[in-house]
């Protein structure tokens, strides 16, 4: 398996407070993905990486904020969490996308849940 | 919005059968990628095929790809129990910076 971890793995929270899920890779890879995965919704891209400090959002950014001070970390903090993040979060990485056709390699996942 | 659709949303058959599963996405792209997500797990790379390529195989599994559609097919062949997951498509978003998943199929094989 890619040497990928996603900490913590499951997350309790109250409304309003703020969280922060972080993803460790130690393969080097170039990019990094923040996905959430919800029924009928399949997986939604909340932020990526191309590299340390270059972030851009994906299609459900709001509430969502990243940072990436290194290579092998890539964090997702939910500034004040709400119920309709409760979701199971995916980090992913990959050496390159489209222009470099490599595949992706996933995390386990984080089931978040906001009470 | 989702780049790529797959089709159907849901499919059960029975061991042995084979199951298809399609996608289609709106730009051009570079390569599509399938994936495979059992539950409760991340997602696992199957297959990538590029846009030059028509098809490809792997083991059981057999990919098309027709850009003048903007489709691709992912066929597994003589299904088993242990293919019960879902089934995503992926390409990358116009810039080439990330990748975009569809909703997925999801495969249900019966014994």
């Known amino acids: 398996d890619a040497g990928i971890t996603q900490s913590p793995r499951h997350k309790v929270t109250e409304t309003g407070t703020p969280v922060t899920l972080r993803c460790h890779q130690t393969e080097n890879h170039r990019y990094m993905y923040w996905y959430r995965q919800d029924p009928g919704h399949g997986l939604r891209l909340i932020h990526y990486s191309y590299g340390v400090k270059d972030t851009d959002k994906g299609e459900v950014s709001d509430g969502y904020s990243v940072s990436r001070s290194k290579t092998e970390d890539f964090l997702l903090t939910l500034e004040s969490a709400t119920s309709s993040q409760t979701s199971v979060y995916f980090c992913?990485?990959?050496?390159?996308?489209?222009?470099?056709?490599?595949?992706?390699?996933f995390g386990q996942g984080t089931r978040l849940t906001v009470v | 919005s989702q780049q790529g659709e797959e089709d159907p949303q849901a499919l059960s058959i029975q061991e042995g059968e084979n199951a298809t599963m399609n996608c289609s996405y709106k730009?051009?792209?570079?390569?599509l990628q399938w994936y495979r997500q059992n539950s409760g797990r991340g997602l696992v790379h199957l297959i990538l095929?590029?846009?030059?390529?028509r098809e490809k195989h792997s083991g059981r599994l057999r990919v098309t790809l027709d850009t003048s559609k903007k489709s691709s097919s992912l066929l597994i062949t003589a299904s088993r129990a242990a293919d019960t997951a879902s089934y995503f498509c992926a390409t990358s978003n116009q810039a080439g910076t990330a990748l975009i998943f569809g909703k997925g199929t999801t495969l249900s094989v019966s014994s």
């Open positions: 730009t051009s792209i570079n390569n």
């Open positions: 992913a990485i990959s050496e390159s996308t489209g222009l470099g056709n490599t595949e992706a390699f």
């Open positions: 095929i590029r846009s030059n390529e």
